[in-house]
Structures are given as structure tokens and as C-alpha cells.
């Protein structure tokens, strides 16, 4: 039969959890107790802070003194410093496996992502942001500014946006204007982001995401045109309807 198990604060062991102090139990005949220890008869309760207990037994009473705590407390200390090592590196794994699952989502996205920093210099970059619009960083290379691909609304349009952001005026921010790529082209873009982490209330930087809108512009050109071919329809309708009715006026009146 195993040992009961015991919540803080309850019963011998779990009293010497709650208290974090080793403990000599000289006899367990003395602890009231329904299970029944035998053939132990002295113990040594050592508590584990966040963990639990490590708890050594004796056939013999009093097997334990003064020494024995003190050795059991530096044990202690050590399985404590293991085990709190041992939860540090797998939270760096899960972090790791988390950051490495978060950079092959955004390299398999089609739109642009970037980051700068406080000085407004792109830092990292994914492939879609190198392919569409030629931005690389890296190779000990000068970083380059951000500010330096969008025209002069768009970087207007983003500082303003980037202060209300600072004042917590809003979260993200959302420009479109013409962004100038390394290949000399001027490409028509919608660029939303955020702040990254303030530092002491600090600017630290950007992260972005920058889609290519070429297509819903040309649909939007196109929209516009139908409408526009619309109205220039139903205003010749109407004045051919005009024109009816005025030639049938005229034609009664004779």
C-alpha cells in the first residue's frame, strides 16, 4: 500500500511543506496518522518550494539529528536549484519551438513583414518583403530607413499615426500610399503596424505588415469607371426621354 498523499498544511508532511524548514520525525508511532508506516520508525521531511517533498525513512528510531537536517536542507537546495533549471530549459525549448514556428509562418507569407528599430532602421525582413519589394538587410550591411521606400504623405500619414500610438491613442496603425522598391518601381501599398515594446515609455520600433495593392486599386479604378459609365447612361437616358416627350409635345400641338 502506497503512503497517502497530503495537501498543504495537512497532516505531518504536509505541515512541513507549508513551514519549508527540514523536519526529524525521531518516531512515527508518535504521529497520529491512519496509515500505518511500519517498518519505519524515523523520518526526514524535506520540503521542495513549488515542488513538493523529499521525504527519507529509517527502521530505527531517532535515526536522524541535527547534521542530518543540515545536510538535508543543502540536498534540498540542490534538487530545488535542478528542478528549477530543469523548468528554465524546457521553457526556453517551448520558447524556442514558439519563436521557430512564428518565423516559418511569417517567411511562408505573401505579404511584406519588417521590423525596426529606434532609429527607424529595417532589422528583419521575410521573404515576401525581400522578393516584392527588394529590401534586404543584413551582411553587414547599413541598415536601411524605412522611411526612405514611402512617398512624402504616406511617411507623414505613418509619423502622425506612430505619436497617437505613443499617446495610446490607438494600437495599430494603417497608411496607403506608393512605396519605391530597390527595382524602381512604384507600387501602390497598404502598410499596418504596431509599436513594439516601449522601453521606459521609450520608442523602440516598428513591426509591419505591407501588402501589395495593386489589384484592389485596379478594381477600384474599375468600379469607378462602370459608375461613372453608369451615370453617363442614365443621363443620356434621361435626356433621350426628354427628347421623346418634347418631340411628342410638339407633335399634339400641331
Known amino acids: 500500500e502506497l503512503p497517502p498523499t497530503y495537501d498543504v498544511g495537512e497532516g505531518f508532511i504536509g505541515e512541513a ?38 521525504n527519507i525513512g529509517a527502521t530505527e528510531p531517532a535515526a536522524f539529528d541535527e547534521t542530518h537536517r543540515e545536510l538535508g536542507r543543502l540536498f534540498a537546495a540542490d534538487v530545488e536549484s535542478a528542478f528549477r533549471r530543469a523548468d528554465r530549459e524546457q521553457q526556453l525549448r517551448e520558447r524556442t519551438e514558439e519563436l521557430q514556428r512564428y518565423e516559418t509562418l511569417v517567411e511562408t507569407m505573401s505579404d511584406g513583414v519588417y521590423m525596426t528599430d529606434e532609429n527607424h532602421r529595417i532589422r528583419t525582413v521575410n521573404g515576401a518583403a525581400r522578393e516584392t519589394f527588394g529590401i534586404e538587410v543584413g551582411d553587414d550591411r547599413q541598415p536601411p530607413d524605412v522611411r526612405s521606400f514611402g512617398d512624402e504623405d504616406m511617411i507623414r500619414a505613418a ?7 505613443l499617446d495610446g491613442e490607438q494600437s495599430v496603425g494603417t497608411v496607403e500610399g506608393r512605396l519605391q522598391t530597390t527595382h524602381g518601381e512604384a507600387i501602390p501599398v497598404e502598410n499596418r503596424f504596431s509599436l513594439l515594446p516601449l ?17 484592389r486599386k485596379e478594381s477600384e ?16 437616358n434621361e435626356l433621350v426621354q426628354e427628347t421623346i416627350g418634347a418631340l411628342a409635345a410638339a407633335a399634339t400641338a400641331e
Do not use: K
Open 17 to 54: 511543506y507549508e513551514g519549508g524548514e527540514p523536519v526529524v520525525v525521531d518516531d512515527l508511532r508518535d504521529i497520529e496518522t491512519d496509515f500505518d508506516y511500519e517498518p519505519l520508525r524515523s523520518a526526514l521531511l524535506l520540503p521542495i518550494e513549488g515542488y513538493g517533498m523529499i
Open 159 to 165: 509619423h502622425e499615426q506612430r505619436e497617437a500610438m
Open 199 to 215: 522601453d521606459d515609455g521609450e520608442f523602440t520600433g516598428t513591426v509591419g505588415v505591407v501588402r501589395d495593392i495593386t489589384d
Open 221 to 236: 479604378r474599375r468600379l469607378r469607371n462602370q459608375r461613372d459609365e453608369l451615370e453617363t447612361l442614365n443621363r443620356i
